[in-house]
C-alpha cells in the first residue's frame, strides 16, 4: 500500500520539481540578467537543464506506465 503511494507521487514529484526549477531560472535570469532578456536566457538555459536532468526520470516513469498498461491487458 505504501509502495504503491510513493510510486504514484514519484510522478507528481517530477512534475513540481520541473515547474519549480523553471520558476527558480527564469526568476534567477530576471536577477543576474538585469530584466527580460536576462529572464528569457535563464529560462531557456534552465529548460535545457532540466531535459538533460529530468529527462531520465521522465522516461523511467512513462516506462513504468507503459508496462502498468501492458499488465492490464493481460
Do not use: C, H, P
Amino acid at each position: 500500500m505504501l509502495t504503491k503511494f510513493i510510486v504514484d507521487a514519484y510522478a507528481k514529484l517530477i512534475e513540481i520539481s520541473l515547474w519549480l526549477f523553471l520558476l527558480g531560472s527564469l526568476i534567477a535570469g530576471w536577477q543576474f540578467g538585469n530584466g527580460f532578456i536576462g529572464a528569457v536566457i535563464g529560462l531557456v538555459v534552465g529548460f535545457v537543464f532540466a531535459v538533460m536532468f529530468f529527462g531520465a526520470f521522465i522516461v523511467l516513469e512513462d516506462i513504468r506506465k507503459s508496462v502498468k498498461a501492458i499488465e492490464k491487458k493481460k
